[in-house]
Nanobody, 121 residues
Framework: VQLQASGGGLVQAGDSLRLSCATS??????MAWFRQAPGKEREFVAA????????IYGDSDKGRFTISRDNAENTVYLQMNSLKPEDTAVYYC?????????????????WGQGTQVTVSS
């Protein structure tokens, strides 16, 4: 099983980015995004169930981020709008088979390598 995150980069405040996470192997029931800024703990960003009909979000995005998935492509996305300098972090995708959506990083079995997002002011 491999999770390959991509789409990060250097942008200015107010810009948008779309992150992608392509998975090999099974289609996981729950996919999620986490992020980790320097010197901080990894924090939950968003999670989505298999059908895409159920999503949960962390406190940080406040409606600016949208998670989605394409099971035919085995890919999960994170659309990030109105980016702020405090969104600067390495963004990780994660996967688990249980169907209940979770904000707890310890409950995710598989992790991607991360993609760097840097937002300049």
């Amino acid at each position: 099983v491999q999770l390959q995150a991509s789409g990060g980069g250097l942008v200015q405040a107010g810009d948008s980015l779309r992150l992608s996470c392509a998975t090999s192997g099974p289609t996981f029931n729950t996919m999620a995004w986490f992020r980790q800024a320097p010197g901080k703990e990894r924090e939950f960003v968003a999670a989505i169930n298999w059908s895409g009909e159920s999503t949960i979000y962390g406190d940080s995005d406040k409606g600016r981020f949208t998670i989605s998935r394409d099971n035919a492509e085995n890919t999960v996305y994170l659309q990030m709008n109105s980016l702020k300098p405090e969104d600067t972090a390495v963004y990780y995708c994660a996967a688990r088979q249980p169907t209940v959506l979770s904000r707890w990083r310890g409950s995710y079995t598989y992790w991607g390598q991360g993609t760097q997002v840097t937002v300049s002011s």
